[in-house]
Structure formats: structure tokens, C-alpha cells
């Protein structure tokens, strides 16, 4: 059975950080790409940020140069670490996995986590 859980959301305020992590079982981890996603209360969810198997990175313009994804194959765990944050970074937080980079970013992964909760005060 294949899970994703994410974990690391919680409340901060304006230019702090947080570090979230998306455990994953039940499949072979270093085959698959992974992204993390946002979505804000009555917003589209919004793609974050993806690296594929090879470790290739890619951010959307809103985080890029304050968000990083990484990944520890050993631990089969995706990771996300928040700099700066911002009121704006307010959202539930997903990861997703597929075998294809187009269809993680594209928001059409087969695999989803069940979310983690971040809040930004200004």
C-alpha cells in the first residue's frame, strides 16, 4: 500500500522558517519523481516546487530563491525547507509522486499525501 505522509507544518511568523517532509512507503522511491503543491483557503492549489530522479530541481516563481526540495533516498523521504516566509505562503501542503516529472508538476501525480498545515502571521 502506498503512503505519503507529510509532516513539519505549523504556525510562523513573517521571515521565518519551517521545514516540511513527506515520508513515503510502499514503492520504490528512487524511481519516481516528487513535487510539493499549496493550496490556499478558497484558492487553485498551486504548484511549489519538483525534482525528478536524478535529483533535477525546479521552482515555481513564487518560492524560488526562499524554497528548496530535497530528497534522502536512504530515508525515502522528500523534504522542503521554507526560508523567508511570507503571510502569502499560507496553505495546506501536499506532496505527490509519479513516475513522470510533466505529470507531478502538471498536478496529475498518481500518488497524494493527505496535507500538512502552514500558517505565516505577519
Known amino acids: 500500500q502506498v503512503q505519503l505522509v507529510e509532516s513539519g507544518g505549523g504556525s510562523v511568523q513573517s521571515g521565518g522558517s519551517l521545514r516540511l517532509s513527506c515520508a513515503v512507503s510502499?514503492?520504490?522511491?528512487?524511481?519516481?519523481?516528487m513535487g510539493w503543491f499549496r493550496q490556499a483557503p478558497e484558492k487553485e492549489r498551486e504548484w511549489v516546487a519538483a525534482?525528478?530522479?536524478?535529483?533535477?530541481?525546479s521552482y515555481a516563481d513564487s518560492v524560488k530563491g526562499r524554497f528548496t526540495i530535497s530528497q534522502d533516498n536512504a530515508k525515502n523521504t522528500l523534504y522542503l525547507q521554507m526560508n523567508s516566509l511570507k503571510p502569502e505562503d499560507t496553505a495546506m501542503y501536499y506532496c505527490?509522486?509519479?513516475?513522470?516529472?510533466?505529470?507531478?508538476?502538471?498536478?496529475?501525480?498518481?500518488?497524494w499525501g493527505q496535507g500538512t498545515q502552514v500558517t505565516v502571521s505577519s
Open positions: 510502499g514503492y520504490d522511491y528512487s524511481s519516481y519523481c
Open positions: 525534482i525528478d530522479r536524478y535529483g533535477r530541481t
Open positions: 505527490a509522486a509519479d513516475y513522470s516529472i510533466l505529470r507531478v508538476v502538471n498536478g496529475r501525480g498518481k500518488y
